[in-house]
C-alpha cells in the first residue's frame, strides 16, 4: 500500500505553477507502506521528480511562513545548503533532513540535495508517518 500525499495550491501559486505544467494531478507525494522491503519516498512535481529511501531521512520538522518569491513557481534551489523546495503555497510546509543527498532538481545529478521541503495538504500527517516509519 502507499500513501500518497497532495500539494495544497493557494490560488496565488496556480497560475505560475501552471505554466510550468505542475497542477493537482501531477504534483504529489507518496510514501510507500511499512511493510514494504525497501520503502521509499517520492516526490512529483510536474516534471521534475525526487525520490529517496525512507532510511535516508534522517530529520523531520515543520516550517513555512516562505516568502512568495523565493517559493513560486519551479523547485527552489537553496544557494546556502543546496536544499530544494517543491512549493505551492507559502504557509506550511514539512522539511526532510536526508543522510545521503539525492538528485532533484538537476536530472543529471551533478547538483544533489542534503534536504527537501514539501508543502502537502496535511504536513503534520506527512511528518507523523516519517517520524513513526520503521524504516528510518
Not at 43 to 49: E, S, Y
Not at 87 to 112: F, Q, S, W
Request: glycine share 8%; with cysteine; net charge neutral.
Amino acid at each position: 500500500m502507499v500513501t500518497r500525499h497532495e500539494f495544497t495550491f493557494a490560488p496565488t501559486y496556480r497560475l505560475p505553477a501552471l505554466a510550468l505544467g505542475i497542477t493537482p494531478r501531477t504534483a504529489w507525494v507518496e510514501l510507500d507502506d511499512p511493510e514494504a522491503a525497501a520503502p521509499e519516498l517520492r516526490v512529483r512535481f510536474g516534471l521534475w521528480r525526487l525520490r529517496t529511501p525512507v532510511a535516508n531521512i534522517t530529520g523531520v520538522q515543520r516550517s513555512g511562513g516562505f516568502a512568495y518569491l523565493k517559493t513560486v513557481g519551479p523547485p527552489h534551489l537553496s544557494f546556502s545548503d543546496k536544499g530544494v523546495t517543491f512549493a505551492t503555497n507559502g504557509e506550511a510546509a514539512v522539511c526532510l533532513e536526508l543522510g545521503t543527498p539525492v538528485k532533484g532538481i538537476d536530472p543529471t545529478g551533478r547538483i544533489v540535495h542534503p534536504g527537501v521541503t514539501l508543502t502537502v495538504a496535511d504536513p503534520d500527517r506527512l511528518a507523523q508517518e516519517l517520524t513513526a516509519h520503521p524504516a528510518r
